[in-house]
């Protein structure tokens, strides 16, 4: 045993977590509030953990300690052994960039981060896509002269959604950044758009990317909890970073659990730079607005989702398009003059962890995506499509955003490893719609078959081709953009300094019943860590955002909520980033129609077709499946009592008031309260049913019967977001149209922050 080890062991026993029979801490000595300084080893397994036995790459027995074969010393180095002395900022030509190539510490810590995962990709591994086209509104003739933003000119894109954090096999509904990734098979070549449905990052330099995603990963001894942030090493890495608090707090808010792919915004995250025809740049930052509205679901709703469905997006985008509601979306952007410092109204245009409010910088639309059909296959398609941010066309440029500087090496290079090697872009799904004469040869899985006998150039052998293309003739020519002369440094602009005016204005611009709803995540979220410290430590960045924030949290957590330890601001708010107060078409909802049997199948049929004349999708649940009334009109059954659940709708009719079915006691059907079942006379499912959609917040009508079994579940028939019409079924169906138009009957919902 080493000196270190002996020291790092002695250190354990003294401070080993009290009362550690309760299982769960994340390491064997608990943290501190502030940042360790004092150099120590690294620090032997919990009492319960060992490695493998050591054996040699031939299966010999080598008897090494075990300690020796895990990582070793005090300083943090490179994997070469040179001690380090800063890992959180890239070598840049001067504080603003750009990152300079030579440094090798960043290109050794990113190429084997991407390398970590084969094959699944490392971030963004749980993902639904589908093909569909772009249309041009000519908008931005004036500001670029990429050629798909053309008036009516129309590109085939293939778009795909993902969750972060989880594996492919993680559920849909957690709470997570969502990615929003465009492919455009352009005419000048392929453009992607990878961005995210959050419009800032957690980290302002790519050279943090590995270490965020580590902290937001399962735990690695244990692989646990998966596709969530709610554990200590997540925490600890975001109050120690507390860059990462204006992205925290948006995931922390109901952006962080969409309602559906449909339901979500897209941003681009970073400032990219638009060129025109005559060479003049504008700054730019990318929206998608989705035209149904930006939605989101409740935590309960996503909890019981996750369980009941965890496919619950990528069938909901699938069902959308294959129904015929084809989900749309505006590409637009907000636009900033090229200054030389690109700062638009004090707000630096290169941190990644800033936005612009749209009331500074109103979003302009320039053009129309619409999903229209889904992948036949999807390993061939979502799981192969490689997306790039260096896939670029002649008029969009990068701007020196660290964290996008970072990404333009990271994901040619994450491609190169998860798809086998340089050749990715003969997929299938990755080919590009113009022609290709690259010189590029040979590699792993060629498909292509070359001609010629000289790929160099210039060349006589081939007739001189490939020829370099000029400005005229369509040359992809980067902005020469001034790199001053500076020194080498591993720094931030002061202006990236600021962390907490921006959380702030966030909070300040959400409704009452989005901010109970933040509160609600924190307080979950820190609730599920085990160290009081990292609680106490997010509680002081909480109370650098708002007072009522950190108290309300801390009131959740037992703990005293600290006072700020910066001045608080007061910015004024920005109306459009609350998801509330608009009004949206129902095109693709989800209706549940709930039916007692034969007896009221006159009024389910008209009110079925109705709901499918509005664009929407009724699902009629019964108390068994197949046909009803086999020998008139027959109404197939999509849903029973026992396979039903609220999460799945939109809204929920009532037809009627059924009685206990067949199945109904507990034995068979876990949802079924026994005694409730001889004491309602009504089957306890549908009440349940009904509850759980009340308690969420969704529309409910119900007519004839419907509205007996609406009292039976205790909900007033003129309750908020409620239309009870006795013996008019489509007034019902009518009042709830009018309430989808909003997404939920917010009024039931009574917030105290």
Same mark, same amino acid.
């Given at each position: ?156 894109? @293939? ?126 930052? +990318?929206?998608?607005? !989705? ?95 490689? +997306? ?46 113009? !022609? ?69 204005? @966030? ?63 007061? !910015? ?153 019409? !006795? ?27």
């Amino acid at each position: 045993m080493t000196a270190v080890t002996e020291k790092v062991s002695e250190k354990v026993q003294e401070v080993l977590h009290p009362g550690n029979e309760i299982p769960g801490a994340p390491g064997p000595v608990p943290p501190t509030v502030d940042e360790p300084t004092e150099p120590t080893g690294p620090l032997p397994p919990k009492p319960d953990q060992r490695g493998p036995d050591t054996y040699s790459p031939t299966g010999q027995a080598t008897g090494t300690p075990q300690e020796e074969v895990a990582q070793g010393g005090e300083f943090l180095t490179t994997a070469q052994g040179a001690r380090l002395y800063d890992t959180d900022h890239s070598l840049k030509a001067g504080p603003r960039g750009p990152v300079l190539l030579q440094d090798h510490h960043l290109r050794e810590k990113i190429t084997h981060f991407d390398h970590e995962r084969i094959p699944e990709r490392v971030v963004h591994a749980r993902g639904a896509a589908a093909h569909g086209v772009f249309q041009g509104y000519g908008t931005a003739e004036k500001i670029t002269k990429a050629a798909f933003l053309g008036k009516d000119v129309e590109t085939p894109v @293939f778009v795909r959604f993902s969750t972060v954090l989880g594996s492919r096999g993680s559920a849909d509904t957690v709470r997570d950044t969502r990615g929003f990734a465009t492919k455009f098979y352009t005419s000048e070549g392929v453009y992607d758009l990878v961005g995210n449905n959050i419009p800032v990052f957690f980290i302002q330099d790519a050279i943090k990317f590995p270490d965020v995603i580590h902290a937001g990963k399962p735990h690695p001894d244990r692989e646990i909890p998966q596709a969530q942030s709610a554990h200590d090493t997540f925490w600890d890495f975001a109050t120690l970073h507390t860059e990462a608090t204006h992205h925290t707090l948006w995931n922390m808010s109901d952006r962080g659990i969409p309602r559906s792919y449909r339901m979500m915004e897209g941003f681009g995250v970073h400032t990219f730079r638009f060129v025109n025809a005559k060479g003049a740049t504008t700054l730019v930052k +990318f929206h998608w607005k !989705p035209k149904l509205g930006v939605h989101s679901l409740v935590w309960e709703e996503a909890q019981i989702t996750a369980g009941m469905d965890p496919d619950f997006h990528r069938r909901d985008l699938a069902d959308a398009i294959e129904s015929g509601a084809h989900p749309q979306w505006e590409l637009g952007v907000q636009t900033f003059p090229d200054t030389e410092d690109q700062m638009f109204e004090g707000i630096d245009l290169l941190d990644p962890t800033k936005i612009v409010p749209e009331e500074l910088a109103p979003v302009q639309p320039i053009g129309l995506l619409t999903l229209n059909a889904n992948p036949s296959n999807y390993f061939a398609e979502t799981e192969q499509v490689a +997306f790039h941010v260096g896939h670029l066309v002649p008029g969009i440029d990068v701007t020196n955003d660290p964290l996008l500087q970072g990404r333009l090496f990271s994901y040619l290079d994450t491609q190169i490893s998860r798809l086998g090697g340089p050749n990715f872009g003969q997929l299938p799904i990755n080919r590009t719609h113009a !022609p290709v004469n690259d010189m590029l040869r040979d590699g792993m899985h060629q498909t292509a078959v070359h001609r010629g006998a000289a790929p160099y150039r210039p060349n006589s052998l081939d007739g001189g081709c490939p020829f370099l293309a000029g400005a005229d003739t369509g040359a992809y020519i980067e902005v020469p953009e001034q790199v001053a002369a500076s020194r080498k440094v591993r720094e931030a602009a002061a202006s990236f300094d600021d962390h907490y005016s921006q959380p702030r204005l @966030f909070w300040l611009s959400m409704t009452p019943t989005e901010r109970e709803h933040i509160v609600a995540a924190y307080t979950f979220e820190l609730n599920k860590c085990w160290e009081t410290a990292i609680k106490e430590r997010a509680l002081l960045v909480l109370a650098n955002i708002d007072s009522e924030l950190c108290e309300q949290v801390a009131a959740g957590l037992g703990l005293p909520a600290p006072r700020a330890t910066v001045p608080v601001g007061e !910015p004024q708010p920005s109306p459009a980033l609350s998801q509330l107060g608009g009004r949206w078409p129902a095109d693709g909802r989800i209706v549940g129609i709930v039916t007692a049997g034969d007896q009221d199948l006159a009024d389910v049929r008209s009110v079925r077709q109705a709901v499918l004349d509005a664009g929407m999708v009724p699902l009629v649940i019964a108390p068994t499946g197949g046909k009803l009334d086999q020998d008139g009109e027959p109404v197939a059954v999509q849903r029973t009592f026992a396979t039903a659940r609220s999460t799945e709708f939109d809204a929920i009719l009532l037809a009627g008031a059924p009685a206990p079915g067949a199945d109904a006691y507990g034995a068979r059907d876990a949802k079924v309260d026994d005694a409730m079942a001889v004491v309602a006379g009504i089957d306890p499912r549908v009440l349940l049913l009904i509850t759980e959609a009340y308690r969420h917040g969704k529309a409910l009508g119900a007519w004839a019967d419907g509205v007996e079994a609406l009292e039976t579940a205790g909900i007033a028939p003129d309750a908020p977001g409620v239309v009870a019409s !006795p013996g008019d079924a489509a007034a019902a169906l009518e009042g709830v149209v009018e309430l989808l138009a909003h997404h939920r009957a917010w009024d039931r919902f009574t917030p105290s922050v």
